[in-house]
């Protein structure tokens, strides 16, 4: 198996691991996870505070940084298990990974064989008559590394 096989079953395996974090998927509540799981508990922030061991004003900072996305993971983990929750971390892709992937080789492939074409036909050379898709698959599957799709270019 070479390297592109093996990037191309590594984005097929996770994509299967997070279809279903991408269905559930949900906004945060405007005042966090914390507020929230805490007010439906019944939970007073005094009461978090005791059984994270930190004070009363604390746990409105740790509120506050959650809603402002500046909170640390390990404070959210702690939280997390003083509600009696369990922290899940994931990024989680707007599409699949091979979707991707696919747009992001597709852009530099018509990047690259625009310039190809735009250099033949500087030398009077035509161009294939090919189809512009069977093309671009070609270019894609035997011409362009893996690693040239995500470097920046002009």
């Not at 691991?17 to 922030?45: E, F, H, Q, S």
């Not at 009363?56 to 003083?82: G, H, N, Y």
């Not at 018509?110 to 190809?116: C, D, F, K």
């Not at 894609?140 to 920046?152: Q, V, Y």
Request: charged letters at 35%; one cysteine or more.
């Amino acid at each position: 198996m070479n390297r592109r096989q093996a990037a191309a079953l590594g984005r097929r395996s996770l994509d299967r691991v997070l279809t279903p974090y991408r269905k559930a998927a949900t906004r945060r509540p405007p005042k966090g996870w914390i507020r929230a799981i805490r007010d439906a508990l019944g939970m007073t922030a005094e009461q978090l505070a005791d059984r994270m061991h930190i004070t009363q004003p604390s746990v409105q900072r740790l509120e506050i940084s959650e809603a402002e996305d500046t909170i640390q993971l390990k404070t959210l983990k702690r939280a997390a298990e003083a509600l009696g929750c369990e922290l899940v971390y994931a990024l989680v892709p707007r599409q699949t990974l091979g979707e991707t992937y696919d747009l992001a080789a597709r852009q530099v492939a018509l990047r690259e064989l625009g310039r190809i074409s735009h250099s033949m036909a500087l030398e009077n050379q035509a161009v294939d008559d090919e189809d512009d898709d069977e093309r671009l698959r070609r270019f894609i599957a035997d011409e362009l590394d893996p690693r040239d799709i995500w470097a920046r270019r002009p």
